[in-house]
């Protein structure tokens, strides 16, 4: 049995989830009229209590999309320095919107108010105009570390007063409400636009949805033509995005109760360090004495896969295709690896 935690994205559909796709009727998404993509922008919206959603076939479009709904070129965009937008997204930031990044330090990959203050350019020639600030939960890079609501509200509160827009790449959103207990309309309230992932915990083949204020919605949808994102009968995909929303948000606690058990595990392990404390379904353990190289391929020869994370990181995701006898398995394994 291969035990695969490279990512939470390898997640085969299930059954059920295939059977939801094929029933699903379609239309052309173009001329707006595939009535199952616009029930699941529609559902996606109103749990965030947006008043629009936007279907796209990636995190990375849904996310530049955003980026270029908020920016102009010469404005910047702030971030923390380990932010999927600006390490993982090709550099479309430059390319896409052509706007500058000011990328700012944090604890697990979180930032402040008060950093994000400091980093707001001054209104003079030499400097571009700071125009938008993009926070990440999840963090991934911060070990799926974890926002909450009461860090939110003062960097909300600073980006009205300075006039900038708040974006949330929440690829992993739901694992955070599960974790937090936090209500999605909450975190709807905070942001001008969020970017909810399907295909990561929530175990679907493909999609994520950007939503936001109607307006946004609708120059967002133009964004996404010249993108090349405009899809025909994409209600086969997002059937598999609506049953993901009605039945797989709930048993991502279950995702973060096994990730915790691996925490722990390899914080007993001669051959890590430490590991960043686990929140949701992220575990990334920093090694002692081994090369992540050498880890994994050692991981690998009992049948455990994970990614290197950095020059000394490892990294594990669990999802819905990691059960508990997988979880009992990966313990027994992992001891005997030396
Ligand atoms: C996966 C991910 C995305 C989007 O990635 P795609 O592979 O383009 O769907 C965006 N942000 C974060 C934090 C992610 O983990």
């Known amino acids: 049995m291969i035990i695969d935690l490279r990512s939470d994205t390898l997640t085969q559909p299930s059954p ?25 922008e529609d559902k996606m919206a109103v749990i965030f209590g947006k008043e629009a959603g936007l279907f796209c076939p990636s995190g990375t479009m849904v996310n530049q999309i955003a980026i270029r709904l908020h920016t102009r070129p010469q404005t910047e965009v702030i971030c923390h320095k380990e932010s999927h937008i600006y390490l993982y997204e090709g550099g479309g930031i430059m390319s896409n919107s052509m706007a500058s990044v000011k990328l700012l330090d944090g604890d697990y990959g979180k930032i402040s108010a008060e950093s994000i203050n400091d980093a707001i350019n001054p209104d003079d020639d030499h400097a571009p105009e700071t125009a938008l600030v993009s926070l990440e939960n999840t963090m991934n890079k911060g070990g799926g570390s974890i926002y909450t609501l009461d860090e939110i509200r003062p960097i909300r509160k600073l980006c009205r007063d300075k006039g900038l827009k708040l974006h949330l790449d929440g690829a992993r959103i739901f ?56 899809m025909r009968q994409a209600g086969l995909l997002a059937a598999a995005g609506i049953y993901a929303l009605d039945f797989n948000i709930r048993r991502l606690a ?11 595990e390899l914080g007993r392990h001669p051959l890590i360090e430490k590991v960043v404390p686990v929140q949701t379904n992220i575990v990334i353990a920093k090694l002692k004495g081994i090369k992540p190289e050498e ?44």
Do not use: Y
Not at 22 to 36: N, S, W
Not at 202 to 216: D, Q, T
């Open 16 to 40: 059920a989830m295939k059977a939801a796709m094929f029933e699903a009727p379609l239309g052309d998404d173009v001329f707006q009229e595939d009535p199952t993509v616009r029930r699941l």
């Open 254 to 264: 279950e995702d973060h109760s096994r990730a915790s058990v691996i925490g722990t």
């Open 175 to 230: 694992n955070a409400l599960v974790a937090s207990g936090e209500e999605a309309e909450h975190w709807g309230e905070q942001f001008d636009t969020l970017s909810i992932c399907l295909s990561k915990g929530l175990g679907c083949p493909i999609g994520s949805v950007l939503v936001g204020s109607k307006e946004a919605i609708k120059r967002a949808r133009k964004i996404r033509k010249a993108m090349g994102g405009g």
């Open 295 to 338: 880890m994994i391929a050692k991981m690998s020869e009992s049948g455990i896969k994970a990614v290197k994370f950095g020059k000394d990181q490892i990294r594990l995701v669990t999802h819905l295709d990691f059960t508990d006898s997988m979880l009992e398995a990966f313990v027994q394994r992992i001891h005997r690896i030396n």
